[in-house]
């Protein structure tokens, strides 16, 4: 009986911390979706410009590592590396929207696995009868339709941007009012798990 109870007090709080976790990145959907509706151009560009500036820092600090350590040869690879990410760096400062590119497609995947789960969670909910079921498996379902639709078509891009601001922006609320419902039944939640 004692570990029973021990292994329900370790359910509710990982599930705690999950509901707690999902909370925070809806919220970060909601406040993302706003910036890339409001201003897309600038949101692409910042976003590439931040994560160049972080590969030129990366190589740079490669490379005087390589330097510093008087050229042993164990630390060669950072040499390269240091090259590498430094180019890398400054190919994504000064074409931006090339980035945008990669980011949309690896969007489109998280969106189409992120669907999956949702549908997955959807069905478990159904099956305890938990009212909520329906809004969780609409939004994987349109997760997946929209991860599809963003694959194939990545290249319109700030119209895109703002499209999946507005998404992430829906998507976000309905999540966040989602998790609300079901951390008030949490009890009920945890049974799928037993």
Do not use: H
């Amino acid at each position: 009986m004692r570990k029973s109870r021990g292994a329900i007090k370790f359910l509710e709080s990982q599930f705690n911390i999950y509901m707690n976790t999902n909370i925070i990145l809806a919220l970060i959907m909601i406040i993302l979706g706003l910036i890339l509706y409001a201003v897309p151009s600038a949101a692409i560009k910042t976003v590439s410009w931040l994560i160049g500036i972080f590969f030129c820092v990366q190589g740079i600090t490669a490379v005087i590592s390589y330097i510093k350590k008087d050229r042993i040869s164990l630390l060669t690879f950072n040499l390269i590396y240091g090259i590498i990410s430094f180019l890398i760096g400054v190919f994504v400062i000064s074409n931006p929207f090339a980035l945008a590119n990669i980011i949309t497609i690896g969007l489109g995947i998280w969106l189409i696995v992120s669907g999956g789960l949702k549908i997955n969670y959807g069905i478990r909910l159904k099956n305890i009868k938990e009212a909520s079921w329906t809004i969780t498996l609409v939004v994987g379902i349109i997760s997946i339709l929209f991860g599809l639709m963003v694959i194939i078509n990545p290249f319109a891009k700030l119209f895109l941007v703002e499209v999946v601001g507005v998404f992430l922006l829906v998507y976000g609320i309905i999540d966040l009012t989602n998790i609300i419902l079901l951390k008030k039944r949490a009890k009920d939640f945890i049974k799928i798990f037993k």
